[in-house]
C-alpha cells in the first residue's frame, strides 16, 4: 500500500504563488514517473505537469512558463511550483505516482487532492 500525502494549496490571489508538495510512501521498488493533475468544479480531471525518473518533464500548455516541477528522489517527493496563478487555475490538485512494486509489477496510485483557489 502506497500512501500519497499532499500539502501547500490554499487561497491566493491573481498574480501570487503557491507552491505544493506530494510525499510517497510505503512499498515502493522503483518510481517511474510522478505528477500533478487538476479538476476544477464541472471539469474533467486534467494533467498539470509531469516528471520521469529521468528528470524529463512535461506540462500542459496553459501552465508553460508558469508553473514548474521538480522531485526529490531522496524523500520520493515532488512539487510543484506555481507563480503567476491565475483564476483559471483554481481546481483540487491531484498527486499522482506511477511505479512498480517489483521488477514486473506497476501500480498507480492517487493523492486525496489539494484546493488551489485564486481569486481576482
Known amino acids: 500500500q502506497v500512501q500519497l500525502v499532499e500539502s501547500g494549496g490554499g487561497l491566493v490571489q491573481t498574480g501570487e504563488s503557491l507552491r505544493l508538495s506530494c510525499a510517497a510512501s510505503?512499498?515502493?521498488?522503483?518510481?517511474?514517473?510522478m505528477g500533478w493533475y487538476r479538476q476544477a468544479p464541472g471539469k474533467q480531471r486534467e494533467l498539470v505537469a509531469t516528471?520521469?525518473?529521468?528528470?524529463?518533464?512535461n506540462y500542459a500548455d496553459s501552465v508553460k512558463g508558469r508553473f514548474t516541477i521538480s522531485r526529490d528522489n531522496a524523500k520520493n517527493t515532488v512539487y510543484l511550483q506555481m507563480n503567476s496563478l491565475k483564476p483559471e487555475d483554481t481546481a483540487v490538485y491531484y498527486c499522482?505516482?506511477?511505479?512498480?512494486?517489483?521488477?514486473?509489477?506497476?501500480?498507480?496510485?492517487w493523492g486525496q487532492g489539494t484546493q488551489v483557489t485564486v481569486s481576482s
Open positions: 499522482n505516482l506511477f511505479y512498480y512494486i517489483s521488477v514486473t509489477a506497476p501500480r498507480q496510485s
Open positions: 516528471i520521469t525518473n529521468g528528470d524529463s518533464t
Open positions: 510505503g512499498r515502493i521498488y522503483r518510481i517511474n514517473s
